[in-house]
């Protein structure tokens, strides 16, 4: 990365009052920071006031850790406080280095197309991450999975809550090791335990093969079959205890008519999986979406 190109991301939420982006602004120039890219939102109904700011770190002449401890006196006067690990917990500041190399840990089960696409993108260049590990309960994703060099992780899960809570344990332990910004759930077709679930808020990601909220839980496709809908979808959000109810970060659908089958459906349905899966992860790697009262704000 040249210098030039490095940036100290502020991610930044507060009551909503006149004066905030004065007062951040201000103080950035009074650093001798250079703003590349600004963006803010209001919303009306909680009264809270967002921004995403990306400064060029080679315009301050101190480091990250400096830019927070200078930083922490503004924000707490505009009545924010530090969220160290953000995410869907309901963010209010928080300062990244792009320089830092994001890590990336990716469960699945059977089915490869998101994983497949991930891994094209991560070779291609287009997704600058460290994929540190897959994990998965089959191990059918484990060949393609090292032609690209990234440790496979076959965990079996057996059927009654003890073997499930053994096999849970181990992908925790597996994902932990590798501190990753980002655990994506790519069709992992396991449902995260409670305290996973609270452990990883605001880090699990998860690709819902359904345009939530509707057709929750299994076998969207025949749902949607059923009812006879005209646009598939998929939803790419946050994990929560709630099932398939976590702050929604990305969402597209596609076109279908009454002579698709359900074959047909989910065909179409993947195509979208992958791209919505693969937008909403950069997003959250580039520190893109804010959190707050379970909803968000995606810059």
């Known amino acids: 990365m040249h210098p030039s190109e490095r940036r100290y991301v502020i991610t930044f939420g507060c009551p909503d009052r006149t004066g905030i982006v004065a ?10 920071g250079w703003i590349v890219e600004a963006a803010y939102h209001t919303d009306p109904d909680t009264g809270w006031f967002f921004t995403r700011q990306e400064v060029r770190a080679d315009s301050l002449p101190y480091d990250v850790d400096e830019l927070r401890e200078r930083f922490g006196p503004v924000a707490e006067s505009l009545g924010a406080d530090e969220d160290v690990e953000g995410g869907a917990g309901g963010l209010h500041w928080r300062i990244d ?15 490869g197309h998101c994983l497949y696409d991930l891994l094209g993108r991560v070779a291609a260049g287009e997704l600058d991450v460290d994929v540190s590990a897959v994990i998965g309960n089959h191990d059918v994703l484990a060949d393609v999975t090292r032609a690209h060099g990234i440790p496979f992780h076959h965990v079996p899960f057996g059927t ?6 053994e096999a849970f344990a181990r992908v925790a332990e597996i994902t932990d090791a590798a501190d990753p ?12 335990p409670e305290h996973l679930c609270h452990a990883w808020t605001g880090r699990a990601i998860n690709i819902h093969h359904s345009f939530l909220p509707s057709f929750v839980g299994a076998k969207p496709y025949h749902q949607a079959h059923v009812r006879g809908v ?25 076109r279908v008519d009454h002579g698709d089958s359900i074959p047909d459906m989910v065909r179409k349905g993947r195509d979208i999986e992958k791209v919505v899966l693969a937008r909403g992860l950069r997003w959250h790697l580039e ?13």
Do not use: W
């Open 160 to 165: 009654d809550a003890a073997s499930k809570a």
């Open 23 to 32: 007062r951040i602004a201000g103080f950035i120039a009074e650093e001798g």
């Open 287 to 299: 520190n893109r979406v804010l959190v707050h009262a379970g909803r968000t704000v995606v810059f």
């Open 181 to 192: 910004h980002a655990i994506v759930l790519a069709r992992f077709m396991q449902i995260l």
């Open 97 to 111: 280095d792009t320089g830092t190399r994001r890590r990336v840990v990716v469960l699945v089960s059977k089915e």
């Open 230 to 254: 005209k646009l598939v979808g998929a939803t790419c959000h946050y994990v929560t205890a709630e099932l398939d109810a976590g702050p929604i970060i990305e969402q597209d659908v596609i």
